[in-house]
Every structure is written in structure tokens, then in C-alpha cells.
């Protein structure tokens, strides 16, 4: 039967789709409160980031809200945007040129032995993965940046580390007079028992809890236990007085680094809009001939087409076609972010143009920066020293590289400057690392060794021409010139002059002698 032509048999399909229609309104419904769910949830992150803003959280934030905040700033580092950015700048500048524990040097020489149980416990593949390896760090501090509070649990009995995401949190107790203190952590988590999913709770005791450990904790007439064997290790950052949770680096910036996405993805608009505004055309006649000519331009297609307009009819282009947004005028609210997050604008962007035309600025790290990213380092050395002392290591010394490598032209300046005090292992390890080369610092080559004999013969290396400190920087204004930079060289070359003069001192008055000996001799 044609339902289009009967209307009771149309009328009896609708009715029979009912429930069919009810199901897609019902999944439709859901769909949309999960929508609106999420961006509520997005939202009021966002209206807890201005209350910080704006000094509403004058006590710091309690546990959801940091929560929630992690949960706005995760994604976006996730995503890559300039807050993934931001953290992997934070992760080169402190932990890319590596750290050193005392104790774990390895010996000049192999030695026969059972290893140390610093050794072991650092060697350990579980303790590599969760803190020790170069993963691990780079993971460690994303913790920081995106949740503020970093939690390692130190199970005593196994010697083994293990990482707790800052969300499985769901309580703290803390100190009841100086609730900045914490004493122990509640922690909820997903399991599986006999193949299925069960949720378990578990306190882990801070070291700063000093009383005798307890077997549960009860809250609301529900005991949980305390486990006996984890100490919690936490670093909670960027905490003021009386804060009891650690504030995310990703925090202080994310504002303005969504400002600026959104200023670029505008630009985006007006530039795309600019590019297909060409040409338009001005007529001076009628309303008709200007719908005409719109027919006639709207039929054109490819490129190099032409027009043939009438009489009062022009076409010319738009003054802003091939115009693009001014995107370089939005550096300053990036830099507003790069500020917030201690990196330089040109490498929170990427962008060398964002240094002008500085090559400083785009080199190197400003004081300031630096100086944050060395207590980020002091930071970190403080969480590793607490983790051996739970274990029973002590505090071993940690020890960081520079966070800038130096220029190996004015490395080998340096260690010219410095050779004669000292040894051969000493200045030829100077200078493998220099040159990033394998060698036995203790093989010395002959050219090393003739150093050597002739620093013994004529002094201190005296006559031997080197660079002056200064050389290959640009002068300030007003500075003196290329001339004044061969201070070193010309002292140098002056002291053996002085003993060149000498030595022709000596002889001359010699020759005299002589001379007056022959005299004397012949009288």
C-alpha cells in the first residue's frame, strides 16, 4: 500500500515508530545531559582558576578543587598546546642534562662484590620506571604541572616505589592544630579480584604522622585499613602558608595561554573571511545591473577569468585582499603565559621572531628564569633525598649539570686559562668533554706530554699565545675596541720579550767582559 497516498496507513507507520522514536528521543536526552555535564564540569574548573585569580582562595584549595583543576589543565597539556609546551620546557631545563647521586658513581676500575643496597635499590627496574629514568622524571613533573601534588608510595618491606595518581585521593587527615601538615592519605582505587572490578580504599601514613601506627582509621561509621608497610613521600608545589595542597604550575598560566588560542583561532576567522573577499564591484546605474554583474562574477570559476561589466559597472580589487591577520600583535598575551610559567616567550612559542632581534634572549635563559628553574631542581633533590631516607639511605648529595651547556670555543678558553693548575687525566678529561669524545683521560699523548716538558722549561706556559676571555663578544657601546680584547696574548708575548731582553742583557755585558779580559791580558 502507498502510504503517500493513503493517510490512515501513514498515520498507522507513525504511530507503530512510536517506541522506536521514544528510544532515539530517550539516547538523544542522555547524549545532550552528558554534554552539558561536561561543560559545566569544564566551567566551573574554569570558575575555580578565576576565584585563585581574583584571591577568593585565600586558604588555598581543598581537595576537589584541585582535582578539578587537574582535570581542566590535563587534556591541554595532553593535547600539546602551549601548556604541553610549557612542562616540556620545565622538563629539559631541569632534568635534561641529568643529575648525579652520590653513591652511585661508577668506579674507575671493576671491583668484585655484592652491591650496595643504595645501588640495588636504584638499579631496581619497578624503581627505575617510577622515578629514576629519564620517562619517569619527564613524567614526575607533568604530575606537577597539571595536579600540584606529587605522592610516591614507599612500600618498606618490598624496596620498591610506586606512584599514586593525585585523583584515587580521597580524604586527608591532617594535623588538627596546623592543618597544613598532612598525616595520611586515603586512597580509592579499581582493582581486579577472581576477573572482576572491585574498588578498594587503603590510608598510607606520612612520615610527619609520629605516633603509633593505628590499623584502620573510621569516618562516618565506615573503618578503613591503614596499610603498614607504605610511607607516602609527597611534594605538594607552589604552596603558601597555611595551604594545605600543592597548587599546579599549569595554573598561573593557563588563562592567558587559552586567551591567546582563542585570539589565534579568531584570527583564523578574519583571515579566511579577507581571503575570499577579492574583488567587488561598483555600480553606479541600477540595483539590476548590480544583481546582473553578481550572476555574472558568481558563474566565474579558476583563476585568470575575466569580466565584462557594462556601462557605469567597475571592478576592483578589496584593499585587504592578500591581507592576513595581524597574528604577531598577540605575542604579549603569550607572553603574559610565558611569564606565569618561567620560560621565554620565543620558547613557550617556538618562534625566534619573538626575541626580536636579540640573540641573547633567544639563546640562553634570563637570570630569573634560571634561577626558577634551579629551585625547581633544589625542589626535586629534596623529594629523591626523602625517598632514600624512608628507605634508610640517608640523604646522599644530588648533584645537577648546568642548565646551559657552555660554548666549547669559550670552554677551551677556560681550560686553556686554568691548565697549569692542573694534572694531565685532569686537563684531557677537560677536554674529551669538550669535544663529546670517548678516551682514557690517563693516556697521555705526546702533544700533552710536550705541554708539559715545556711548561717545566720556560715557566707557566710563558710565550704560548691565548685567547683573550672576552674574545668572540660583542662590545657595548662606548666599549674599547678589538684592540683591548689581546690583554691576555699581549702579556704573554710581553713576558717573553722581557726574558728575550734578558737574555741579550746577559750576553752583551758578557761580550764586555771578554773584551776587557783580552785588554788586561795583553797589557
Known amino acids: 500500500m502507498d502510504t503517500n497516498s493513503d493517510p490512515i496507513a501513514a498515520l498507522t507507520e507513525a504511530?507503530?515508530?512510536?517506541?522506536?522514536?521514544?528510544?532515539?528521543?530517550?539516547?538523544?536526552?542522555?547524549?545532550?545531559?552528558?554534554?552539558?555535564?561536561?561543560?559545566?564540569?569544564?566551567?566551573?574548573?574554569?570558575?575555580?582558576?578565576?576565584?585563585?585569580?581574583?584571591?577568593?582562595?585565600?586558604?588555598?584549595?581543598?581537595?576537589?578543587?584541585?582535582?578539578k583543576v587537574a582535570a581542566l589543565i590535563q587534556p591541554k597539556v595532553a593535547a600539546g598546546s602551549m601548556a604541553g609546551r610549557a612542562v616540556d620546557?620545565?622538563?629539559?631545563?631541569?632534568?635534561?642534562?641529568?643529575?648525579?647521586?652520590?653513591?652511585?658513581?661508577k668506579p674507575a676500575k671493576a671491583t668484585r662484590g655484592a652491591k650496595s643496597g643504595l645501588i640495588?635499590?636504584?638499579?631496581?627496574?619497578?624503581?627505575?620506571?617510577?622515578?629514576?629514568?629519564?620517562?619517569?622524571?619527564?613524567?614526575?613533573?607533568?604530575?606537577?604541572?597539571?595536579?600540584g601534588n606529587v605522592l610516591l608510595a614507599c612500600n618498606t618491606k618490598t624496596k620498591k616505589v610506586s606512584r599514586i595518581p593525585f585523583h584515587q585521593i580521597e580524604a586527608v587527615r591532617t594535623d588538627p592544630d596546623f592543618p597544613e601538615r598532612i598525616r595520611a592519605y586515603?586512597?580509592?582505587?579499581?582493582?581486579?579480584?577472581?576477573?572482576?572490578?572491585?574498588?578498594?580504599?587503603?590510608?598510607?601514613?606520612?612520615?610527619r604522622f609520629t605516633d603509633r601506627k593505628p590499623q584502620s582509621f573510621t569516618s562516618k561509621g565506615k573503618s578503613v585499613p591503614v596499610d603498614q608497610d607504605v610511607i607516602i613521600v609527597d611534594f605538594r608545589a607552589n604552596r603558601q602558608t597555611g595551604f594545605t595542597f600543592g597548587i599546579p604550575d599549569g595554573l598561573r598560566g593557563i588563562h592567558w595561554s587559552q586567551a591567546y588560542t582563542e585570539h589565534i583561532r579568531h584570527g583564523q576567522v578574519v583571515t579566511e573571511g579577507l581571503s575570499r573577499l577579492i574583488f567587488k564591484i561598483t555600480n553606479v546605474k541600477s540595483k539590476a545591473g548590480a544583481q546582473n554583474a553578481g550572476v555574472k562574477m558568481g558563474s566565474f570559476t579558476?583563476?585568470?577569468?575575466?569580466?565584462?561589466?557594462?556601462?557605469?559597472?567597475?571592478?576592483?580589487?578589496?584593499?585587504?585582499?592578500?591581507?592576513?591577520?595581524?597574528?604577531?600583535?598577540?605575542?604579549?598575551?603569550?607572553?603574559?603565559?610565558a611569564a606565569a610559567w618561567n620560560v621565554s616567550n620565543a620558547d613557550l612559542l617556538n618562534d625566534s621572531a619573538a626575541a626580536g632581534a636579540s640573540y641573547g634572549a633567544l639563546s640562553g635563559l634570563v637570570v630569573g628564569n634560571r634561577n626558577a628553574m634551579t629551585l625547581m631542581q633544589k625542589q626535586?633533590?629534596?623529594?629523591?633525598?626523602?625517598?632514600?631516607?624512608?628507605?634508610?639511605?640517608?640523604?646522599?648529595?644530588?648533584?645537577?649539570?648546568?642548565?646551559?651547556?657552555?660554548?666549547?670555543?669559550?670552554?677551551?678558553?677556560?681550560?686553556?686559562?686554568?691548565?697549569?693548575?692542573?694534572?694531565?687525566?685532569?686537563?684531557?678529561?677537560?677536554?674529551?668533554?669538550?669535544?663529546?669524545?670517548?678516551g682514557d683521560p690517563n693516556e697521555t699523548p705526546e702533544t700533552l706530554a710536550a705541554r708539559v716538558a715545556q711548561a717545566n722549561t720556560n715557566g707557566a706556559s710563558a710565550g704560548t699565545q691565548q685567547a683573550s676571555p672576552n674574545q668572540g663578544q660583542n662590545s657595548p657601546s662606548g666599549a674599547a675596541g678589538s684592540s683591548d680584547s689581546n690583554d691576555l696574548r699581549s702579556d704573554t708575548l710581553t713576558n717573553s720579550l722581557r726574558k728575550e731582553m734578558a737574555n741579550d742583557d746577559f750576553l752583551a755585558k758578557f761580550e764586555q767582559l771578554v773584551i776587557r779580559a783580552e785588554n788586561l791580558s795583553n797589557n
Open 15 to 67: 504511530f507503530n515508530r512510536l517506541p522506536e522514536l521514544e528510544s532515539e528521543n530517550a539516547e538523544l536526552r542522555e547524549s545532550i545531559s552528558d554534554i552539558k555535564a561536561q561543560l559545566a564540569h569544564e566551567d566551573e574548573g574554569w570558575r575555580i582558576v578565576s576565584g585563585v585569580q581574583s584571591g577568593e582562595h585565600v586558604d588555598g584549595l581543598e581537595l576537589d578543587e584541585v582535582q
Open 89 to 105: 620546557l620545565h622538563t629539559g631545563f631541569v632534568f635534561g642534562r641529568g643529575m648525579s647521586i652520590e653513591g652511585l658513581e
Open 120 to 147: 640495588k635499590f636504584y638499579e631496581d627496574f619497578d624503581n627505575q620506571e617510577a622515578i629514576f629514568n629519564t620517562d619517569a622524571q619527564s613524567e614526575l613533573q607533568k604530575a606537577r604541572f597539571v595536579e
Open 186 to 207: 586515603k586512597r580509592t582505587w579499581t582493582t581486579q579480584v577472581n576477573g572482576e572490578d572491585k574498588s578498594v580504599s587503603r590510608w598510607y601514613l606520612t612520615r
Open 302 to 337: 579558476g583563476n585568470g577569468g575575466m569580466a565584462a561589466v557594462g556601462e557605469g559597472q567597475d571592478v576592483e580589487a578589496v584593499r585587504t585582499a592578500g591581507n592576513a591577520y595581524a597574528f604577531e600583535k598577540l605575542r604579549p598575551i603569550a607572553a603574559l603565559a
Open 380 to 438: 626535586w633533590a629534596n623529594v629523591y633525598q626523602d625517598v632514600f631516607e624512608v628507605f634508610g639511605f640517608g640523604r646522599p648529595e644530588i648533584h645537577w649539570e648546568p642548565l646551559e651547556a657552555p660554548d666549547p670555543y669559550r670552554a677551551a678558553q677556560a681550560l686553556t686559562l686554568l691548565a697549569p693548575t692542573l694534572h694531565n687525566a685532569e686537563y684531557r678529561k677537560g677536554a674529551l668533554d669538550i669535544l663529546d669524545m670517548t
